[in-house]
């Protein structure tokens, strides 16, 4: 399988508690990007990586929230201290460098319930 | 912020029948729009973009339709098939965002065999 990958597809945690989640995005695409979706919504964009590079962070990404990109390759969204409103579906998409617009694939999400 | 919406939530066709799915957005400085499918529990899904230089953009049994003059997006389905159920969304892109893509709430399509 060649497309965007997410790990886990499904994580319950208790509120309090620290999740990390991983995305491994399409081998050539160097732009990432972590989106956030409650139910009956489109997804609300997070932040952006261009690389190793985070280039852009929305302010929906409290100070709970973290993501890296070590190596501008795989992602990791870490959100410390979990509320039960961060449930939702975290979901990865990348994309090529090639100009402004260019399509992003989406993985398949990693949905978050905090009880 | 840019807005995204969608005029219709829900819409039930025919098995065989064309669908036209619409959205409106809010700024004018788009330049970019992509339509996605999303079936539940997975990921939104690509189908087809266009350029705000275009007016009419055709796939493999949709067409993509931008209305710059009223911020009109409309993706169109020929002979829809029991295949096409799932929530479609309009993605849009401002000219200065280079990747920040924000959607609508989507519209559910339910084919009717």
């Known amino acids: 399988d060649t497309g965007v990958s997410q790990n886990p597809r499904h994580k319950i945690t208790k509120r309090g508690q620290n999740v990390t989640f991983r995305c491994d995005p399409i081998?050539?695409?160097?732009?990432l990007y972590w989106y956030r979706q409650t139910l009956g919504q489109g997804p609300e964009f997070l932040t952006y990586f261009q690389n190793e590079a985070q280039l852009e962070k929305s302010r929906l990404l409290s100070d709970r929230f973290s993501a890296e990109r070590p190596k501008g390759s795989f992602s990791t969204l870490e959100i410390q201290r979990t509320e039960q409103g961060d449930s939702a579906m975290y979901l990865c998409a990348s994309s090529l460098k090639g100009g402004m617009n260019t399509e992003a694939f989406f993985g398949q999400g990693t949905r978050l319930t905090v009880v | 912020g840019e807005s995204v919406g969608l005029h219709l939530p829900t819409l039930s066709v025919q098995e065989g029948d064309n669908s036209i799915i619409n959205c409106a957005y809010s700024n004018s400085a788009s330049d970019y729009f992509i339509w996605y499918k999303q079936e539940s529990g997975k990921g939104p899904q690509f189908i087809i973009d266009?350029?705000?230089?275009?007016d009419k953009r055709q796939g493999q049994r949709v067409t993509v339709l931008l209305n710059k003059t009223v911020k009109h997006l409309s993706l169109q389905i020929a002979a829809t098939q029991p295949g096409d159920s799932a929530v479609y969304f309009c993605?849009?892109?401002?000219?200065?965002?280079?990747?920040?893509?924000?959607f609508g709430s989507g519209t559910k399509l339910n084919v009717k065999p």
């Open positions: 993605a849009e892109k401002g000219t200065l965002h280079f990747n920040k893509f924000y």
């Open positions: 081998s050539e695409h160097n732009r």
């Open positions: 266009i350029r705000s230089n275009m």
